[in-house]
C-alpha cells in the first residue's frame, strides 16, 4: 500500500478511517518543510477506472504551483480495479492521498471525508469523469485571492454529448444570487474557501445518488459575502458518458426523491422569506427538481406508479407554485405543474407524452391577436378547459438571425442575413424588415423575405426616410421580424399609431464574424439635392452592434485614412508632391487639389489626378517656383456640396508632410 493511501481498517470506525500520519513522502522529501497547500481537489471515484487518466491527469496537469495542490481521492467502493489505479497514482505523485471506504451510495459520503482531511485554503470539487482546463486552478484561486472570494464559478463546458447547465459569458467579479445565472447550477464543481464551508459546516447529503449536493450549494450561494463568476476560461469539463451510467440519467425511486426534494425547499425557505426573491430561486427549482421526473420516467411506469409520483410532487407544487413562478415557467412546465395542482391525471399524461413520446411532438405555435400559443394538447378543447394562459409563450418569442454579409454597391449598401422567430418551434414568418434608430425616429426599410428563411435590404441614405435623405448622425440598425398574416404588414410599419394584431420582434444586427469581417472604412455616398456625404459603418462595443453614421462634417469619420505623400523641393524652388490615397464611392466628377497651408496662407496647387481600380487615387502637383515658407501639405475634395481637406501624412511615417519652398537666391 502506497504511503499516500488510507484503507479502512480502523476498529473504531471503519468507514472513516485516520488521516495518514507518516511524514516523508513518496519522493523521500520531508512533508513538514513543505508550505500548505493553497487548494484541496477533492475527487470522489466509485467504478470511473476509464476515466482517471483523463480526470486525475487533468489536475496533475495544472499550471499552478505543483507544492500549492493538495488532491484526496476517496474510492466509494469500486470493483473496477479503480482503487488499484489510484494507489499506483499515489505512489507516483506526493500530493495524491487516497482514501478508501466501502460503498455509500453516492458521492456525499466521499466528498465529506475529503472536507475533513483537506488542509487548503480552498477546496474544489473534480468528479472522476470530468476534467479540468490545464489554467483553471490557477485561475480561480487567483480570483478567488484578488477579490476575496468564498465561491468561484469557472467556465463550464459540456462534452460528449451533455450539456452545460448554465452559460457563463461574462467575468464578474462579485454577482448577484438573484440576479444571475449562477443559483442555476448548484453542483459542486466550484472553488469554495474552505474557512467559509467550515464557518457555516458545510457538508453534503450522504447515501442519495441523486441531488446530494442541494442543499450544500443552496446555503453556500446564500450565506456567501463574494461570488465571482470566471468566464473567459474553459474550467470545468462536463462529460456525458458513453453507457449513459451518469446519476443524473438514472431511474430512481422518484416518490422518494420528491420527497427528498421537500426538504431541500425547506433549507431554501428557511434562508429567504417569501416574495420575488424566493420565487425567482424557486423557478429554477420547479425547472430542475420539482417537475423534472415528469418525463419519459413517468411514461413508463404504470398508473400506480404514476398515481404515487403525482402525489409526492402535489405538496411541493401547491407549497411552492406563486403565480409569479407559474408565469415564468415555459407552457410545458406550466402545464405539468397546473395539471398537478388541479389533480389533472389524464391532461398531465397528455403533455408529457408531446414532450417525451412515444407519438409526435408539438406543432409549430399558433399565433392568434398578437400572442402566440403553444400547441400542446387540449389548446381550447371544450372537454378538457385549461386556461389560454398556461399556453401563452409570447413573452418567449425571439429572433434567430444571422447578417450573414453587408457591402455597398455604389452608393446603396445591400444586407443579406436569415432570420425567424422562434418560441420552442418555429413560430412562423410574415414579414422582415430593416428598421433604423436615432434620436427616436424609427423609419423602415422593406426587406425581401425567402420561405427558405432568407432576406435582403437595401439602404439607400439618399432616399430612406421615406424617399427623402436620411438626416445626418448616427443611426442604429435593427431587423423586425413579424408573424400573424395579413396583418404583419400594418405591424412592421413603425409610423402605424394603433397597435395591431402581428407579433412582431426587433433585435439589433450583429454582423457575423464581428469587426474583422465588417468594412468600416469611411466612404463618399449621394445623399439627395445637396449632394454626397460620408458614410462608415461601425460596431457598438462592448456588443457589437451594427451602425451607420452619416457624417458631412468629417470630424468622426475622416475620410483618407490611408493618404501617404511625398514631397521635394530644389534650390531654385522646383517643387513636386505626390500623394496615394483611397476614396470608397468618390464620384467621377469630384475635384481632388492640393493645397499648402500655413499660419495665415492658404496656396492652391494644379493638380492631376490618376483613378485606378478599387476607388484608388494617385494626385500629383508641380511648381516651378512657389511662395516661400513651410506649408502644411493636404487634399483638398470637392464633390458637390462636400468639402474636405484630408491631411496628408508623410511617407516615411515622420508625420504631417510638409513642403519647404527656400527663398529666392538662396
Request: proline letters at 8%.
Amino acid at each position: 500500500m502506497s504511503r499516500n493511501s488510507a484503507h479502512p481498517d480502523h476498529a473504531e470506525n471503519p468507514e472513516r478511517p485516520e488521516k495518514p500520519t507518516g511524514l516523508e513522502s513518496a519522493d523521500g522529501r520531508d512533508d513538514r518543510a513543505r508550505p500548505d497547500p493553497t487548494v484541496t481537489v477533492i475527487v470522489p471515484v466509485h467504478n470511473t477506472r476509464r476515466y482517471l487518466d483523463r480526470s486525475l491527469g487533468s489536475v496533475f496537469a495544472q499550471t499552478l504551483d505543483p507544492h500549492r495542490i493538495e488532491i484526496i481521492a476517496v474510492d466509494d467502493g469500486s470493483t473496477d480495479g479503480s482503487g488499484a489505479w489510484l494507489d499506483e497514482a499515489a505512489a507516483a505523485h506526493p500530493r495524491l492521498t487516497v482514501v478508501h471506504q466501502p460503498a455509500s451510495g453516492g458521492a456525499g459520503r466521499p466528498r465529506n471525508v475529503g472536507l475533513d482531511r483537506a488542509t487548503g485554503d480552498y477546496v474544489f470539487f473534480l468528479d472522476s469523469d470530468d476534467h479540468l482546463g490545464p489554467e483553471a486552478l490557477a485561475r480561480l484561486v487567483r480570483m478567488a485571492q484578488e477579490h476575496d472570494s468564498d465561491i468561484v464559478y469557472g467556465r463550464i463546458v459540456g462534452v460528449d454529448g451533455r450539456g452545460a447547465p448554465v452559460d457563463l459569458r461574462t467575468t464578474s467579479p462579485r454577482v448577484s444570487v438573484f440576479d444571475s445565472p449562477v443559483y442555476w447550477t448548484l453542483a459542486a464543481y466550484k472553488l469554495f474557501r474552505r474557512s467559509f464551508v467550515e464557518r457555516h459546516r458545510l457538508r453534503f447529503v450522504e447515501g442519495r445518488l441523486l441531488g446530494e449536493d442541494l442543499p450544500f450549494g443552496i446555503t453556500a450561494l446564500l450565506r456567501a459575502g463574494t461570488v465571482s463568476v470566471l468566464a473567459d476560461y474553459d474550467c470545468y469539463y462536463l462529460h456525458g458518458r458513453d453507457d449513459d451510467s451518469n446519476a443524473s440519467r438514472q431511474d430512481m425511486d422518484w416518490p422518494g426523491y420528491l420527497a427528498y426534494i421537500d426538504t431541500v425547499l425547506a433549507v431554501l425557505a428557511a434562508e429567504v422569506p417569501p416574495g420575488p426573491d424566493r420565487d425567482k430561486l424557486m423557478v429554477r427549482h420547479f425547472h430542475g427538481e420539482i417537475l423534472m421526473p415528469f418525463a419519459a420516467s413517468y411514461l413508463a411506469r404504470d398508473e400506480a406508479g404514476r398515481r404515487a409520483m403525482r402525489e409526492a410532487a402535489r405538496p411541493l407544487v401547491d407549497r411552492h407554485l406563486t403565480d409569479r413562478v407559474l408565469a415564468a415557467l415555459p407552457p410545458g412546465l406550466r402545464l405539468r405543474a397546473h395539471c398537478l395542482h388541479a389533480g389533472l391525471a389524464a391532461e398531465l399524461d397528455a403533455v408529457v407524452r408531446a414532450d417525451s413520446g412515444p407519438g409526435p411532438a408539438p406543432g409549430p405555435p399558433f399565433v392568434e391577436d398578437g400572442r402566440a400559443y403553444a400547441a400542446y394538447p387540449h389548446f381550447r378543447d371544450p372537454d378538457h378547459p385549461l386556461p389560454d394562459a398556461l399556453y401563452d409563450l409570447t413573452d418567449r418569442v425571439a429572433v434567430r438571425q444571422r447578417l450573414t454579409d453587408l457591402q455597398w454597391v455604389g452608393g446603396v449598401l445591400h444586407l443579406h442575413g436569415t432570420a425567424a422567430l422562434r418560441a420552442a418551434g418555429d413560430v412562423g414568418t410574415d414579414q422582415v424588415d430593416l428598421i433604423l434608430h436615432r434620436s427616436g425616429a424609427h423609419l423602415r426599410v422593406p426587406a425581401a423575405y425567402g420561405p427558405d428563411g432568407a432576406w435582403h435590404a437595401a439602404l439607400d441614405p439618399a432616399a430612406a426616410a421615406h424617399g427623402a435623405p436620411l438626416a445626418e448622425g448616427i443611426w442604429g440598425l435593427k431587423i423586425a421580424v413579424a408573424a400573424g398574416g395579413a396583418d404583419a404588414a400594418d405591424a412592421a410599419d413603425a409610423a402605424a399609431a394603433e397597435p395591431t394584431a402581428a407579433l412582431r420582434r426587433e433585435v439589433w444586427l450583429v454582423p457575423e464574424g464581428g469587426a474583422q469581417a465588417t468594412d468600416t472604412t469611411p466612404r463618399v455616398v449621394g445623399h439627395g439635392p445637396d449632394g454626397p456625404t460620408v458614410a462608415a459603418l461601425f460596431l457598438s462595443s462592448p456588443h457589437g452592434h451594427l451602425h451607420l453614421d452619416l457624417d458631412h462634417d468629417g470630424a468622426r469619420r475622416p475620410l483618407g485614412a490611408d493618404l501617404w505623400g511625398e514631397a521635394a523641393c530644389t534650390r531654385a524652388g522646383r517643387a513636386t508632391v505626390a500623394a496615394r490615397l483611397t476614396l470608397p464611392g468618390c464620384p467621377v466628377d469630384a475635384g481632388l487639389q492640393f493645397v499648402l497651408r500655413d499660419a495665415t496662407r492658404c496656396v492652391a496647387l494644379r493638380t492631376t489626378v490618376e483613378r485606378a481600380a478599387g476607388d484608388r487615387y494617385r494626385a500629383r502637383s508641380r511648381l516651378r517656383s512657389g511662395p516661400p515658407g513651410t506649408w502644411r501639405v493636404a487634399l483638398r475634395l470637392t464633390a458637390g456640396g462636400l468639402r474636405r481637406e484630408l491631411p496628408v501624412r508623410s511617407a516615411d511615417g515622420a508625420g504631417p508632410l510638409t513642403l519647404t519652398v527656400p527663398a529666392p537666391g538662396r
